[in-house]
């Protein structure tokens, strides 16, 4: 029999040459199951997207209230649906107090952030665009112009013009934003860089210069929020409220779905000069939006202390490891550094063998990222972390 990466090989597209190939027939909670009926812990959620688990029953019954509802009437900002009003409504309520009042639904991370983009040119009528180095955005032109490493971009050149990169968290670099600025891209933690939180002061600053020169302050936190960081939105640790938000993966609790969040004045700027200048046909699909509503409606019930001190925890236990190298970030957003990529290599597929999902990062060969769901049980944290530091002894020096 063909296995799972024959197959993709075959008939799918492959975006790598060594994909990790498994057969997955069911999943639920934190738990994967195999074609040959191995039950697998994931620790990475899908990569930030499962941060309730997989299939949590309000999100299913959700699905199945809407899927009899209806699925696509229109497209996006055409008809009201209550679908969207619902999602809407709730992550707005995760956001009272600030002056983000306006949800643009997209399809995913990316389209969030193009749509970030093109609403910062038409709020301040200026091209200039930074990202920071580390940074990952997506993988279409504008994105990919924000992101980082030169490797990656290298075979896409030329990119979107008028898009530079700041050194990360340097205070020197502000003063590369001028009044020529118009937005300055930043992940409040960085992900695919192995999970760098940016200094609180620094984000400080970042808004302060922004605000001082006219230009918008852009957070991603397409993976780093919504739970993530064991607080609803990871700039709330930092008290920094940026002027747009962007948003992804885990909001729609399983279903495809991004979203930009500005204030309405801004947002103003996208329905006229021209008209139906940044559109959609299922950006807001009923569907992922009746998810998502569901997710931030669970999400608000969950006491995030504890996903904080579950994160404690985990790095005080990888931290004393020996094989261990460096250790960032927090909650259930942990980037751990071995001694090189060969170490993380025997790392992964050892701690396959026992069971446990993990995986690289982007664009930090020494790492590896520790982000199970937010509502993982204890024991199952409690015998995830065995296997890990068992997988862990086994790595080579
Ligand atoms: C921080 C960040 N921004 C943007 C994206 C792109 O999101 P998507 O893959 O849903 O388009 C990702 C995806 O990994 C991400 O981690």
Known sequence: MKSAADFLDRGLAMTTPHPLGERIVKAEGCW???????????????????????????????????????????????????????????????????????????????????????????????TEIFGVIGGYHGATFGALSLSTPSHRRNAFLPLLPD??????????????????????????????????????????????????????????????????????????????????????????????????????????ALREAPKLGHITTFGGHPMACAAAAAYLTELKKLDLSVVRAQGESWKAALDAHPRVVEVRGGGHFIGVDLEGPEQVAELVHAARRKGLILFWFLSRPQGFRIAPPLNAQPAELEAALAHLLEALDEVKG
Do not use: W
Request: hydrophobic share 45%; net charge negative; aromatic share 4%.
């Open 32 to 126: 994967l199951e195999t074609a040959s009926g191995e039950r697998l812990f994931d620790l990475v959620s899908g990569i930030g997207v499962s941060n309730l688990g997989h299939g949590h029953p309000a999100i299913r019954e959700a699905l199945h209230a809407q899927v009899d509802q209806h699925l696509h009437v229109m497209v996006y900002g055409e008809y009201a649906q209550a679908a969207q009003d619902r999602a809407a409504q709730v992550l707005l309520s995760t956001l009272e107090g600030t002056d983000l009042e306006a949800v643009y639904f997209v399809n995913s991370g990316t389209e969030a952030i193009e749509g970030a983009m093109k609403l910062a040119r038409r709020v301040t009528g200026r």
């Open 163 to 268: 898009v530079h990169h700041l050194r990360f968290a340097e205070e020197s670099e502000l003063e590369r934003i001028t009044e020529k600025t118009a937005a300055v891209v930043v992940e409040t933690v960085q992900g695919d860089a192995g999970i760098r939180p940016v200094p609180e002061a620094h984000l400080k600053a970042l808004k302060a210069r922004c605000r001082e020169l006219g230009a918008l302050l852009i957070l991603d936190e397409i993976q780093c929020g919504l739970g993530r960081t064991g607080h609803v939105h990871a700039f709330e640790a930092a008290g920094v409220v940026p002027d747009v938000l962007v948003l992804g993966k885990a909001l729609g609790g399983g279903m495809p779905i991004g979203a930009f969040v500005a204030s309405v004045d801004h947002m103003k």
